[in-house]
Structure formats: structure tokens, C-alpha cells
């Protein structure tokens, strides 16, 4: 089945880096993402990789993809206050878009 | 580029009467559109796909009686909820497919009282 697991929450210190890890259990995903959604606000994509790739960095994101564990994760460099908000990993299977539940960044000044 | 908006962004309405909900991609074309529903501090589940022109596809558990939806135009789609009751309070997003690449709307706040 499809199923797309992530933790709560996340508490860091301005300046550190954040890690948000997520996993799935379809393994026909073609595509995975990460979106931000700040209070009552829709989603931002901000990065997603291709299933046949281990990683890909734009800017202060990494995205590291283990397909053998069905683990992805996000890192954040240099966590800013801005980045407060909660991160969705999603899988795309079928076209279809399946959320995680979505882990709450909390980042201390 | 690839902007979707939502109307309302909220509103209230009173137990029994029916509220509708639209969704615009406002610089591109888009054939499916998908309807997500999220309870507080919890994940998006989509609701529906909905493809310009022909019928919604509804996902298990959705009722399709109950939040009929209509995708008149490749920029517009509407999720009209019916004989709304305090259950269906819920944050209502929409997303406009392009390229393969989902567009998320703002959302729309629904409270029933």
C-alpha cells in the first residue's frame, strides 16, 4: 500500500543544520518532493528528486534518497527562523501525490 | 509563473447550507486539477482528481454527493460542499497539474457552525 511515514517534530538553533527524514513504502514512486507550508498558507514546493538519483543539492537543501531503505531526507544548512513552517515529503505514484504527516520545524534565535 | 488562487479564502457558514469553493490557475492551462482537505496539524488526503471536462475521480471514504465538483474550463474548478455540517469544517486546498509538476493553492478555511 502507500503509505508515507515522517516525524512530528524538529527543534534546532539558528545557524545549525536541520535533518527531516522520511519514509515510503511504494517503491514505484517516480518522484519525490518536499513542500513548506507556513501557518494557514498552501504548499511550496521546495525541491523534489528524481527516483533514480541518491541526492540533490540546490542552495541550503539536500535531498538524499536511499531507494534500497525507502528513506529520503531533507537537510537544511544554516537553519534560519524563516525556515519555522512544517515540511511534507510526498511520493508521486500514478500521478497522484501522497503527503506524510508532515514534521513541524521549530527553530530557536 | 504557474499561480493558483483560491476563493474564497475562508468562510463561515451556518450548519445545512452549501458553500462552493474555486480553484484558478491563473497563467497556465491546466487538464487535472486535485482537491486536498487537511485537519489541523495533519497531513493533506486527497479527496478527488478532477480532469477538465469529465467526471471527478473520488477517492475511498470521499462521498461524491456530498462535495461535488466541477471543472468547467482548463483554468477553473470548483468543490461545491452540500448541506455542510461542523465536520466538514476543514482547510481545503487545491492544486492545478502541469508538466507533471503539482501547483498548490493557497487553501480556503472552511468553518460550519
Known amino acids: 500500500g502507500e503509505d508515507v511515514e515522517q516525524s512530528l517534530f524538529l527543534s534546532v538553533r539558528e545557524g545549525d543544520s536541520s535533518v527531516i527524514n522520511c519514509t515510503y513504502t511504494?517503491?514505484?514512486?517516480?518522484?519525490l518532493y518536499w513542500y513548506k507550508q507556513e501557518p494557514g498558507a498552501g504548499l511550496q514546493l521546495l525541491t523534489y528528486i528524481f527516483s533514480n538519483m541518491d541526492m540533490k543539492q540546490d542552495q541550503r537543501l539536500t535531498v538524499l534518497l536511499n531507494k534500497k531503505d525507502k528513506h529520503l531526507s531533507l537537510r537544511i544548512a544554516d537553519t534560519q527562523t524563516g525556515d519555522s513552517a512544517i515540511y511534507f515529503c510526498a511520493e508521486s505514484i500514478t500521478g497522484k501525490l501522497i503527503f506524510g504527516q508532515g514534521t513541524t520545524l521549530q527553530v530557536k534565535p | 509563473g504557474a499561480v493558483v488562487s483560491q476563493h474564497p479564502s475562508w468562510v463561515i457558514c451556518k450548519s445545512g447550507t452549501s458553500v462552493k469553493i474555486e480553484c484558478r490557475s491563473l497563467d497556465f492551462q491546466a487538464t487535472t486539477m486535485f482537491w486536498y482537505r487537511q485537519f489541523p496539524k495533519q497531513s493533506l488526503m486527497l479527496m478527488a482528481t478532477s480532469n477538465e471536462g469529465s467526471k471527478a475521480t473520488y477517492e475511498q471514504g470521499v462521498e461524491k454527493d456530498k462535495f461535488l465538483i466541477n471543472h468547467a474550463s482548463l483554468t477553473l474548478s470548483t468543490l461545491t460542499v452540500t448541506s455542510a455540517h461542523p465536520e466538514d469544517s476543514s482547510f481545503y486546498i487545491c492544486?492545478?497539474?502541469?508538466?507533471?509538476?503539482?501547483?498548490f493553492g493557497p487553501g480556503t478555511r472552511l468553518t460550519v457552525l
Open positions: 511504494d517503491s514505484s514512486s517516480t518522484y
Open positions: 492544486s492545478a497539474s502541469v508538466g507533471g509538476e503539482q501547483f
